[in-house]
Nanobody, 124 residues
Framework: QVQPVESGGDSVQSGGSLRLSCADS????????MGWFRQAPGKEREGVGS???????SYVDSVKGRFTISQDNDKNTMYPQMNNLNPEDTAMYYC??????????????????WGRGTLVIVSS
């Protein structure tokens, strides 16, 4: 599997914004969704949001209203826009190719390819 490549991680102050990028190698064209996950120090990796080939997005409650995922199909790149960041958002953020469930849900789907991650640090 081709590995997605994340970029854009940085250190920001609480209340700030950051846009990450994921070069997703055209996974949408073969039926995949793309998802964003994060892993904070000492915690398990968790799903944050996803986008399917039709542009339909989903988010976990902790980021709803603050994070927005978009996709540029010409560039095969996905962009999570993260606003109103707080220290609890500090984590390594990972992009992943997700095979949707039988109910066509993305975020609970099977991860077939992980990126290496990009680090986001939010200071208070």
């Amino acid at each position: 599997q081709v590995q997605p490549v994340e970029s854009g991680g940085d250190s920001v102050q609480s209340g700030g914004s950051l846009r990450l990028s994921c070069a997703d190698s055209g996974y949408f064209a073969i039926g995949y969704c793309m998802g964003w996950f994060r892993q904070a120090p000492g915690k398990e990796r968790e799903g944050v949001g996803s986008i399917d080939s039709d542009g339909k997005t989903s988010y976990v409650d902790s980021v709803k209203g603050r994070f927005t995922i978009s996709q540029d199909n010409d560039k095969n790149t996905m962009y999570p826009q993260m606003n109103n960041l707080n220290p609890e958002d500090t984590a390594m953020y990972y992009c992943a190719a997700l095979w949707p469930t039988e109910f066509l849900e993305c975020l609970p789907g099977r991860v077939d390819a992980w990126g290496r991650g990009t680090l986001v640090i939010v200071s208070s």
